[in-house]
C-alpha cells in the first residue's frame, strides 16, 4: 500500500514556474514507476510525465516537453515535477500516481493539487 500527497500547486502568471512535489509513504516506494497526470475542467485526465524506478528513465507528453522535468529522490520518497514556462493551458488538477512493477496500470493515486495559470 503507498500513499501520495502532492503539494506545491497555485496560481502563477504565463511564463512563471511550479515545482510540484508527491510524498510517498511506505518502505517501497523505489520498486514503483511514478507518473504525473492532469484534469482540467471539463475534460479527461491526461498523462504528463513518467518515470522508471531507479530515474534513469523519463516519459513526457508532447505537450510538455521540453517544459516540464520529473524526478524522483527515492532516499526521500518524493517524485517531483518542475513545470516552467507555463501556459494558461496547463491549467488543471495534477495528480501523481504510483506503478507497480507488473501491473497493467497506475495502482496508487494521490488528491491532487491546484495549478492555474493566468494569462
Known amino acids: 500500500q503507498v500513499q501520495l500527497v502532492e503539494s506545491g500547486g497555485g496560481l502563477v502568471q504565463a511564463g512563471g514556474s511550479l515545482r510540484l512535489s508527491c510524498a510517498a509513504s511506505?518502505?517501497?516506494?523505489?520498486?514503483?514507476?511514478m507518473g504525473w497526470f492532469r484534469q482540467a475542467p471539463g475534460k479527461e485526465r491526461e498523462f504528463v510525465a513518467g518515470?522508471?524506478?531507479?530515474?534513469?528513465?523519463?516519459y513526457y507528453a508532447d505537450s510538455v516537453k521540453g517544459r516540464f522535468t520529473i524526478s524522483r529522490d527515492n532516499a526521500k520518497n518524493t517524485v517531483y515535477l518542475q513545470m516552467n514556462s507555463l501556459k494558461p493551458e496547463d491549467t488543471a488538477v495534477y495528480y501523481c500516481?504510483?506503478?507497480?512493477?507488473?501491473?497493467?496500470?497506475?495502482?496508487?493515486w494521490g488528491q491532487g493539487t491546484q495549478v492555474t495559470v493566468s494569462s
Open positions: 511506505g518502505r517501497t516506494f523505489s520498486s514503483y514507476a
Open positions: 518515470i522508471n524506478w531507479s530515474g534513469g528513465g523519463t
Open positions: 500516481a504510483a506503478h507497480a512493477h507488473g501491473s497493467n496500470g497506475y495502482d496508487y
